[in-house]
């Protein structure tokens, strides 16, 4: 008994202009142009945006680095001023672009809400950011020296973003860019283009407030150009874009990172996640299964920090595995703009093909498959509806090593924890993972050294989730990049280390004389 859609294409087509027109955006903006976008939750057309030419989108990146040119002179707390203003304007629309985000992405409609709640946590963090800049006083071996480090704007940050999370990726680097003194130019996927004229047109409102009340927000402060791959190249090879800030697959990563190294710009790169967690003798279980049902089936395994692998001890497989399964049999997937459903569509029909490949893989490899099937749903037959997949596998091979962008759930069984950690770290990415343990010892093992080899180790918290606070990123193939909080801001500044000598003699570092 499949949920049914309450929405047909028509209601959501002008659902869709009614809040844009509420979130500011033009119709001519979404009605006139090439790239057709669909919405996963019918698989139906609900927009058309114009592509950028090449001569355009060079001259907005020239535009971008006019505009820093000026805003790197406006003192920090009042370049903050205006992310606390645009905080406010996703505080007023929430509710609107939240639903768009679930219509263009197929998010449930708590998850749409939640990714412009992270939206605003990070403007309020970049807020307070903005008058913490600091730089470090330094011990010098000389007398009547100082010595000192000053964080200066960068320039144009490009930012390329994924479907996934379409508007909260581009707002961690846009609020913390924007504090930093730089000018943005944003790529946002051709998927997602009508959140990204959304957020555009509401942060265009507080630019406007904040030049009202005095404020000296250059023309051309953030651009948005859509396009395809030529115009992320466009923006990763402009002289002008110091750093490149980009979210998606491994592959695009590894045409990316070279390209900028080769002009010695900075890349921050957010690339593809195959994240575990472990499931130990001690774990408590119904904490396990809800942290564990969420992280691998919401957002319908479209996360990068969505769980991948798991690994169960053998002591407990047999009483919490039947009932993992018994939650994939039954969690209710459907639109997701009906409350109770938890798992929404996938992004499209290549999508859905990837994970039946990967399926297909995986039972060629010896792995028992629940699940995966394709859900029909009434007026939506061209939208990708799937009941998410366990794979009970009894080694990590094959499709295990990969990232399917899908809610396939690889399920093995494990004895020792040293192993098990071994296992745990030898896939090629490197984003988030987590531990289910009551054991400290196995707790603070798995953060160790020795542990988790990713840039996020959680304990009784499923991979996926993280708070704004935190930096976020991995390594090995997901890049190293870090983003959002702690100190990521730093990637978006350039330093200066500063030697004052207030004497009248010039002592030379390690002694050296050189007497002319
Ligand atoms: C992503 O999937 O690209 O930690 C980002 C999380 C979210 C961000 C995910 N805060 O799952």
Redesign the pocket.
Same mark, same amino acid.
């Given at each position: 008994s499949a949920p049914q859609t309450h929405t047909a294409n028509a209601d959501l087509a002008g659902e869709v202009d009614r809040l844009l027109a509420e979130l500011g955006v033009k119709r001519s903006d979404y009605t006139e142009g090439t790239i057709v976008v669909r919405t996963p939750i019918t698989g139906g057309i609900i927009g058309r945006v114009a592509e950028i030419g090449a001569a355009e989108a060079a001259g907005a990146i020239e535009q971008a680095h006019a505009a820093y040119l000026g805003w790197r002179l406006v003192p920090p707390p009042k370049r903050g001023e205006l992310v606390r203003l645009f905080g406010e304007e996703l505080r007023a629309s929430k509710e609107a672009l939240g639903r768009l985000v679930s219509i263009e992405v197929g998010k449930i409609v708590s998850e749409g809400l939640g990714e412009v709640q992270?939206m605003i946590d990070i403007c309020d963090f970049a807020v307070g950011l903005s008058r913490q800049l600091y730089g470090l006083t330094i011990a010098t071996e000389r007398g009547e020296h100082r010595m000192m480090e000053s964080w200066h704007p960068l320039g144009v940050t490009g930012i390329i973003s994924?479907f996934?999370?379409p508007v909260?990726?581009w707002a961690w680097n846009a609020a913390l860019a924007l504090v930093c003194g730089n000018s943005l130019v944003w790529k946002p996927s051709e998927k997602t283009p009508l959140t990204a004229l959304a957020t555009h047109a509401l942060f265009g409102r507080a630019v406007k407030r904040f030049n009202e009340a005095g404020g000296d927000a250059p023309q051309g402060l953030a651009a948005v150009l859509f396009g395809g791959r030529e115009i992320g190249e466009l923006l990763v090879d402009h002289a002008k874009v110091p750093l490149v800030s980009a @979210?998606g697959s491994t592959a695009m990563g590894r045409a990316v990172g070279p390209r900028l190294a080769s002009r010695f710009a900075r890349a921050l790169l957010?690339l593809g996640?195959n994240n575990a967690a472990i499931v130990a003798p001690t774990a408590d279980l119904d904490l396990t299964l809800r942290g564990v049902a969420f992280a691998a089936m919401g @957002?319908a395994g479209?996360?990068?920090?969505?769980l991948r692998r798991l690994f169960v001890h053998e002591s407990i497989y047999d009483s919490f595995v039947p009932r993992l399964k018994q939650a994939y049999a039954s969690v209710t997937v459907g639109s997701p703009l009906q409350g109770g459903n938890l798992v929404g569509p996938l992004i499209d029909g290549a999508a859905y093909r990837a994970m039946q490949i990967a399926l297909e893989a995986a039972s060629a490899a010896g792995g028992q498959v629940q699940g995966g099937e394709r859900i029909a749903i009434e007026g939506a037959a061209d939208a990708y509806y799937v009941r998410p997949a366990l794979v009970e596998i009894a080694t990590q091979t094959g499709p295990v090593k990969h990232e399917t962008f899908a809610p396939i759930l690889y399920v093995m069984k494990y004895r020792d924890f040293d192993a098990v950690l071994e296992l745990h770290n030898a896939v090629p990415q490197g984003l988030?993972s987590s531990i289910f343990t009551n054991d400290l010892r196995e707790a603070e093992t798995f953060l160790s050294a020795r542990g988790s080899d990713c840039g996020?180790a959680n304990v009784n918290i499923g991979?996926?989730?993280?708070?704004?606070g935190g930096a976020?990123g991995g390594e090995k193939e997901t890049g190293g990049g870090r983003e959002?909080g702690s100190d990521a801001w730093k990637t978006y500044m350039r330093r200066t280390t500063n030697t004052v000598n207030y004497g009248r003699t010039l002592p030379l570092a390690q002694g050296v004389k050189f007497d002319v």
């Open positions: 992270e994924a996934n999370f909260a990726v @979210t957010e996640g @957002t479209q996360r990068c920090t969505t988030s996020i991979p996926s989730g993280a708070e704004i976020f959002s």
